[in-house]
């Protein structure tokens, strides 16, 4: 075995040593996290822990345990997002069926979308809005709050809202919490917001229009 042969095995060596130990610590922190919460119930609970904290690893600051409007427009802001969301509402859709506005992400057809309720659709997706937050209350005293709703086939619907100061402190007692319904998605934070392909008559207005918070986080 020549020099160089030892070098490139002792560097792979070191490299799965630390993504072993990675997955170690992984571990453990989803295990104490588990058990500070009180009973496990079987290997179910524990299983769902660990997926969460590995999922969570390489998000936004304080992601698992805020909701993502936090760390994307702090706690004031966040909760008036909360306090504005618009009612979920069913459109009619190209094929006739009703449909609720979802995550793209996850449902891009008109079955995966159709109203079941006023917070899940037939597929048991959760009715989603993306939201955007233009904060102007230093200079013209108010805060602008877009809610953008999707349904496939039918495409992007706009919904505006502007709170002064006054609105803002009146939802400070709002809660904000990952289970509320509608699910809201802060744009401003979402990973690779802009490379999202969509038809042209789906195209999102929003897409390069929306100011990163995070420098150098993926847009």
Known sequence: MTENDERERGSASVEQAG???LIALLALAAIAAVAAGGE????????????????????????????????????????????????????????????????????RRE??????????????????????????????GWVELTYWLYRPGLGWQRIVRR????????????????????????LETLPGRNHYEFPASERPPWQWHVRGRYPGWSS
């Open 163 to 186: 709170a002064g100061q006054a609105q803002v402190e009146a939802a400070a007692h709002v809660r904000v919490l990952l289970g509320d319904d509608p699910d809201l998605v802060p």
């Open 111 to 140: 079955s995966c979308a159709v109203a079941a309720g006023p917070h899940l659709t037939a597929s048991r997706r959760r009715v989603t809005a993306f939201t955007e937050i233009e904060d102007r209350r230093r200079t013209l």
């Open 19 to 21: 993504l072993v130990a």
């Open 40 to 107: 496990v119930e079987g290997s179910r609970d524990l299983g769902g822990a660990i997926a969460r904290r590995i999922a969570c690893a390489p998000r936004l600051p304080d992601a698992c345990r805020h909701h993502p409007l936090v760390p994307a427009y702090g706690w004031p802001l966040a909760r008036l997002t909360r306090a504005m969301a618009p009612a979920p509402v069913a459109e009619t859709g190209p094929s006739g069926m009703p449909l609720m506005p979802v995550d793209f992400r996850y449902c």
